[in-house]
């Protein structure tokens, strides 16, 4: 079965086609960091426009690097879920294109969830149940998988995303667009215990993450106790790749205990990663040892599966396209994903429970 997978939703122009949901056959992905470097993050308008004028070229060569015409395809996948509307929508819009012109089935798919999917190409031995940790710049989130199909939500961030998190820090201490790779570079020539920064994470008792205040954390150690974001400079004499390294440690520390936590509480033995943040060298590091030495087998997708590519969302959308899932021509986006009903209510969880 051949499912060409498209997928717009963020800054990535990407498209593939994966053979029976494990084996890629073509996996092109056209990125616009040139486009909005100069702001310092991504620009929805400038997102919109670019994936505009290089969709059709992603799917056409999509098609060619596969050896595969239209006609060869089983069925179309494309991201309507979570994401930039103006991206998604062009996504969508071609994806829905095609399948009026060819008549072959299609299926919206939630971009968080495929992140998880990424780990079925590629051959990994999955082993489920699992607990599948998303974390990009969007979503940072923990699943508890039952099967490929079957999700339950454990925790979210209630606030900033790990990326988010990444990328502002790395904008904070001038490392350049987009942030998480650069901190990682520059985090290699630094002393990740230079610095005692918090490891936060959500309310006690829960499996929710939270790294706004560190972030605020390393603001104040940059720029001192009266800093405000945006505005401001660094203090003399601030080590940059020591606050990289000590920032990512916290950070990675943090994720690594609630993913591991999660995996105790649900007796599972395996752990999955996906999104742009599990490229992240410590993170891999120290998830597998962590992981080996709490007796679970952490696996992890290759770099280029980790980042907003469409044969993740090919992979899941084959599943959806087997188990009879379709969509009609008036399939719909949507920026946010509905967060499961709070286990506490208050001002703090409410307000989470409107995020993605
Ligand atoms: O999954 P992705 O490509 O797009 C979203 O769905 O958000 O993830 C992009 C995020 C960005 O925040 C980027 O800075 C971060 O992943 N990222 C990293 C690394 N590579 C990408 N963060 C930390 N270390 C990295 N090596």
């Given at each position: 079965m051949r499912v060409l997978g498209i997928e717009t939703s963020c800054d990535e122009t990407a498209a593939a086609v994966v053979e029976d949901g494990v084996r890629v056959l073509s996996n092109v992905v056209a990125g616009q960091e040139a486009l909005h470097a100069p702001y310092g993050g991504v620009v929805p308008e400038v997102a919109g426009r670019a994936h505009e004028a290089a969709v059709v070229p992603a799917i056409e060569r999509a098609l060619r690097d596969a050896g595969?015409?239209?006609?060869?395809?089983d069925g179309i996948a494309v991201t309507n879920?979570?994401?930039l509307v103006g991206s998604l929508l062009v996504g969508v819009q071609a994806a829905k294109s095609l399948a009026l012109a060819t008549g072959l089935p299609l299926v919206g798919v939630n971009h968080v969830l495929a992140h998880a999917h990424a780990n079925l190409l590629g051959g990994a031995d999955l082993r489920f149940p699992l607990v599948a940790l998303v974390v990009s710049g969007g979503p940072t989130s923990l699943y508890l998988c039952r099967s490929p199909l079957e999700e339950e939500l454990l925790g979210a961030t209630v606030d900033d995303a790990a990326g988010e998190a990444f990328d502002k820090v790395a904008a904070l201490l001038d490392l350049g667009f987009p942030g998480g790779p650069a901190l990682d570079r520059a985090s290699r020539d630094g002393d990740p215990a230079a610095v005692r920064f918090p490891r936060t994470r959500g309310?006690?008792?829960?499996l929710d993450f939270s790294f706004s205040g560190l972030k605020t954390a390393v603001l104040y150690h940059v720029r001192g106790q009266d800093a405000r974001p945006g505005r401001g400079r660094n203090r003399p004499g601030v080590a940059v790749a020591d606050v990289a390294a000590s920032f990512q440690e916290a950070l990675v520390d943090s994720l690594v205990k609630v993913t591991l936590e999660a995996a105790r509480r649900a007796r599972v033995r395996q752990v999955v990663l996906g999104g742009?943040?599990?490229?992240?060298r410590r993170l891999r590091e120290r998830m597998a040892a962590d992981g080996a030495r709490a007796g679970v087998q952490v696996v992890l997708p290759e770099p280029r599966l980790c980042t907003d590519n469409g044969a993740m969302i090919a992979a899941l959308g084959t599943h959806l396209l087997r188990i009879g899932r379709r969509d009609g021509l008036d399939l719909d986006v949507a920026p946010r994903l509905l967060r499961r009903p709070s286990v506490k209510k208050g001002p703090a969880r409410r307000a989470a429970a409107a995020r993605p």
């Open positions: 595969t015409g239209l006609g060869d395809l879920r979570p994401g309310a006690p008792g829960t742009g943040v599990a490229c992240n």
